[in-house]
C-alpha cells in the first residue's frame, strides 16, 4: 500500500519514476539480506547440534612433525648412515667406522653392553664406600696379599683360581647364548630378563632405551673419573668429593698435581 501511494505520488515525474525505481530496489534488498540472515541462524543450529556430545579432531595441516635429537656438533650434517632409529642418536661418527651395517650393528650392541657393565661398576664404586664396607681401590688387593675375597663385608669362601674359573664357565655360557638369539634379542632379550614388563609396549620400550644409554654413557665417563682421580691422588670418590666442596678453589683437578703439572 505504502508502494502504491509513492506510485501515485511520483509516477507523473521522471524524479518520481527514479525514487520509486530506488526504494523498491532498497525495499528487495533488505527483504533478501534477511532471508540470508535467517538460513545463516538455521544452519549454524542445526550444524551445533550435529557436533553435540562428539569427539572433534584437533585441526591440522596435513602435517606430521616429529622431534629429532639435535647434532654433537651444531650446525654439521648428520651421517645418512645413522639413523633415525638408532638410540641416542646424535650423529657422532667423525671416523665413519659405522659405514658398514654389520659393523655398526656390532658397535651398537658393544657399547649397550659396556653401558651396562658401566652402570653397575659405577653402583659399586660408590655403593661399598657409601656403606663403609672399604673403597673400590682396595677391593682386589686380597688376591696380592692373601686371604678371601669379601662381598658387603661377607667373606667369600674360594680362592682366586676358583673364582676365574667359575667367572669364565659363566660368562662363555652368557655370551653363547646370547650370540645365537636374533639381533635385536642379543641387545634386548626381553622374557625372563624383563620381570617387570616394562618392554610390553613397544612406545614405552623405545623411551627406556633412550635412557638406558644416556645414562651408561654417563657411567662410563663417571667410571673413567674415578679410576684417573685415584691414579691421579690416591683418592676415593667420595673422599675427593668431601674435600672439593669443603674447599673448591684448592681441591679440583688443577690441582692435584697432574691433571695440570705446572699447579
Known amino acids: 500500500l505504502s508502494l502504491q501511494t509513492k506510485h501515485q505520488e511520483h509516477s507523473s515525474s521522471p524524479l518520481g519514476t527514479l525514487l ?3 526504494t523498491l530496489r532498497s525495499s528487495l534488498f533488505h527483504k533478501s539480506e534477511m532471508a540470508l540472515s535467517m538460513r545463516s541462524a538455521v544452519a549454524s543450529k542445526a550444524s551445533t547440534r550435529s557436533f553435540l556430545g562428539r569427539k572433534v579432531a584437533a585441526p591440522t595441516n596435513g602435517c ?39 659393523s655398526l650393528k656390532r658397535f651398537q650392541e658393544a657399547e649397550v653392553i659396556h653401558c651396562r657393565w658401566a652402570m653397575l661398576g659405577a653402583a659399586g664404586i660408590l655403593g661399598v664406600e657409601v656403606l663403609g664396607f672399604g673403597n673400590w681401590a682396595d677391593a682386589p688387593l686380597w688376591a696380592v696379599n692373601g686371604g ?34 636374533e639381533a635385536d634379542k642379543k641387545i634386548y632379550p626381553g622374557g625372563a630378563f624383563d620381570p617387570l614388563g616394562y618392554g610390553k609396549d613397544a612406545k614405552s620400550l623405545e623411551v627406556y632405551k633412550l635412557k638406558e644409554i644416556k645414562n651408561g654413557r654417563l657411567a662410563m665417563i663417571a667410571v673413567i673419573g674415578f679410576i684417573a682421580q685415584h691414579a691421579a691422588n690416591g683418592k676415593t670418590p667420595l673422599a675427593a668429593l668431601s674435600e672439593h666442596i669443603a674447599s673448591p678453589w684448592t681441591a679440583n683437578f688443577a690441582t692435584n698435581g697432574v691433571s695440570v703439572p705446572f699447579f
Not at 658387603?152 to 638369539?181: H, M, Q
Request: proline letters at 7%; a negative charge; hydrophobic letters at 45%.
Open 148 to 181: 678371601n675375597a669379601t662381598w658387603f663385608g661377607i667373606s667369600v669362601p674360594f680362592d682366586l683360581n676358583t673364582l676365574i674359573a667359575v667367572e669364565f664357565v659363566s660368562f662363555a655360557i652368557a655370551e653363547g647364548l646370547r650370540n645365537e638369539a
Open 20 to 22: 520509486l525505481s530506488c
Open 64 to 102: 606430521k612433525a616429529s622431534m629429532k635429537a639435535g647434532n654433537w656438533l651444531p650446525g654439521s650434517a648428520a651421517p645418512a648412515w645413522l639413523t633415525d632409529d638408532l638410540p641416542g642418536n646424535y650423529g657422532f661418527d667423525p671416523l665413519g667406522l659405522g659405514k658398514d651395517k654389520a
